[in-house]
């Protein structure tokens, strides 16, 4: 009889343990599922930068949309223009306009372009976009 007994608490313990393990996998997958949404939601947007220093001044901005949400396809529309400073005088201004497309890795948090491979990440809380290590603060709608 005593034998039986202690089966039974074994039984009792492993399902206890292993209930109590499902529940931390549900309330972690769906912690992560809500941060992935979060940032899918704060990904759309302008992103700025400017910058002067004594060879010119350059103004950039990134436009990000949402293009195909099931396989979460962003377009990227970069807008840049540098001015050049020569002999203290300044010349004709540098434009270049590209548009591409990127694909959110929801593990990495990553975006990256599907023509160039390049990469962009994104801090939420600070509302800053980085390509690479150049910084762009989100503009307000």
């Excluded at 002067?52 to 529309?77: C, P, R």
């Excluded at 990469?119 to 603060?137: E, P, V």
Aim: glycine share 4%; proline share 1%.
């Amino acid at each position: 009889m005593q034998k039986k007994c202690v089966t039974n608490h074994t039984k009792i313990i492993v399902m206890k343990t292993s209930f109590s393990i499902v529940v931390i996998l549900l309330l972690t997958a769906c912690n992560t599922h809500s941060e992935i949404d979060a940032m899918k939601d704060f990904i759309p947007g302008k992103y700025v930068r400017f910058s002067q220093h004594e060879f010119g001044t350059e103004n950039d901005t990134i436009v990000i949309s949402l293009q195909n949400k099931k396989a979460n396809e962003y377009k990227i529309a970069r807008r840049w223009k540098y001015e050049r400073v020569l002999d203290g005088k300044a010349i004709e201004p540098e434009y270049k306009n590209t548009t591409t497309s990127a694909i959110l890795n929801e593990a990495s948090k990553f975006l990256q372009e599907t023509e160039t491979g390049d990469s962009y990440s994104f801090d939420t809380k600070q509302k800053l976009l980085f390509a690479g290590s150049t910084k762009y603060q989100k503009q307000n709608k």
